[in-house]
């Protein structure tokens, strides 16, 4: 099972203004298609185009192809968007025409993140974008991480470091020097790092020897 902290944490590592934004290998669907008509003939038109290329999916890709008739394109555009579907493609009698389709990407905001690819080989090259696009979210969050992580060489930089980030600081493993930091400094340790440098070092409150560095933060 998924636990609710691990829910929020994606929601709060990649989310943005607009709503959720879900990484291509957590999403119930990967990729939403939104045809685009204006009557009847158009609207056969591109839900066969749909279709087509569905075919080409198979059981490769979660989809979903949005042929709701009471909503606008835009709203279902932004309908998505809100629920982190990390790709959405686009389909209108004008890409039909041009045999392509227009590929709109969660991770990048605007035209930005927009892009026109050709009907023939595209379940390989969205395929290829759901891995960019997953690779993308995780060095994204990765750098944020680092960004906001520090190593501070006492107390008193430790105190600062945890108001608005990470601390990565040597923990003697004692019960009472946690609960000391946690009252002090509202920080509390939110990991213990599987990958430790093998070196001993000073426990950052009381001072004693400890081997392992812990990670600390306040929780909101």
Known sequence: GVSTRMVGAVIMVHGDDQGLIL???LAPYQVVIVPIWHDEEERAQVLATAETI????GEAVRYKVDAREEYSPGWKFNDWEMRGVPLRIEVGPKDVAKGQVILARRDVAGREG?????MEGLAGRVQ?????IQANL????RKFRDDNTSEPADYG???????????RSYWCGSAECEAAIKDETKATIRCIPFEQDGEKGNCIYCGREATEKAIFARAY
């Open 114 to 118: 927009k892009s026109a690819a050709p």
């Open 157 to 167: 930089e430790f105190k600062v470091a945890v108001e608005n980030g990470f601390a």
């Open 138 to 141: 995780f060095a994204r969050a």
């Open 23 to 25: 990484p291509p290998k």
């Open 128 to 132: 290829e974008m759901l891995d960019e």
């Open 54 to 57: 569905t075919g080409q999916f």
